[in-house]
């Protein structure tokens, strides 16, 4: 077995990780009861050439799945970005919810990425209710892991991170939403949050965190919307290359950054935000309209059956009275 990788690194970086990662190595600490630079070990469970998968050994049959996908979400993310993965991801997979929390330090995850490790942490609880949502809260991860190897964490506002990787992977990710169906454009507009106070933190409490997320996403798709898939890669480029996000956004789009904000919540307060909604649940809503002609067209034909019942009950009574 291959030690894990995110180990060694964490512990060097302790410091500098401070409060953000913090919960992360109290649960290694818990998975690894000895001091830093033990050559104890997670057991791995898969590898390949490009990525290893530790974890519980009961989780071994999801390890080869995960295996599997990371040739095509590394294909996929790299023929967005035109960037290439600099080194191996490790993945780590949790099979107790418990434990998973005090790895991430909130209830509301059901994944998450340590950029700084190559580290991809999922609870696998959360998301084995299918493949494909197992695979795009592992592009996602993977996603973090790919801008963060390009663009330094100071350059990179949080909400931007976070906007692209939802972007890229058409999902929340790592966000695990219990008994809701998350934020929407609705709830952005009606509950304003500028995205520098979204820039290196998100809240803690839930429906403020999915907030943060949905503004996140909606500004992203925004850019993407006016400025097309080059016009976003052009602005992560330039953080690639070392620009502050001011002028990233500036000169890549000639437009300051404040401005597209203000621009962007415009159209929320307006009636851009409807046309958002139904671009977002589109399928949604046409299944949904779909059901219901469905159920009227049904409610008709009985209505219909029963009426030409009645009237061949009515014609049979005429019919004996004649006889």
Known sequence: MILLGAWKGLCVQVVRLAKRHLPVLLLLLSLLPVPCGSTAEVPELARSDGI???????????????VQMYPRAKGDLEEIFGWEFR???????????????????????????????RLVAINLPSVRTGTY???????????HLLL????????????????????????????LIAGGTGATAADVASNPVPLARIARDFPDDQRSLMVA????????????????REGLLAVLNRLAAGDDPD????????????????????????GDIWLAWLGR???????????????????????RRRRYGEDEEEEDRWSGKDG
């Open 52 to 66: 290893s998968v530790y974890g519980d050994p009961v989780l071994a049959n999801l390890a080869a799945q995960i």
């Open 87 to 117: 080194s191996r991801p490790d993945v780590l997979l949790i099979a107790d919810r418990e434990t998973f929390e005090r790895m991430s330090g909130s209830r509301h995850f059901s994944a998450f990425a340590v950029p700084k490790a």
């Open 133 to 143: 949502l197992l695979y795009e809260t592992f592009k996602h991860e993977l996603c």
């Open 148 to 175: 963060h190897d390009r663009i330094g964490e100071e350059r990179l506002p949080k909400w931007l991170d976070e906007g692209v990787c939802q972007w890229v992977s058409g999902s929340l990710g790592e966000l």
């Open 213 to 228: 997320y949905e503004t996140s996403r909606s500004f992203v798709e925004y850019i993407s919307g006016r400025f097309g």
């Open 247 to 270: 002028r990233a956004f500036s000169a890549a789009l000639s437009v300051p950054l404040a401005a597209l904000e203000e621009d962007w919540r415009s159209g929320l307060r307006g």
């Open 281 to 303: 649940y589109f399928y949604e809503v046409l299944f949904f309209i779909m059901a219901l002609l469905a159920v009227a067209g049904g409610i008709r034909l009985a209505i």
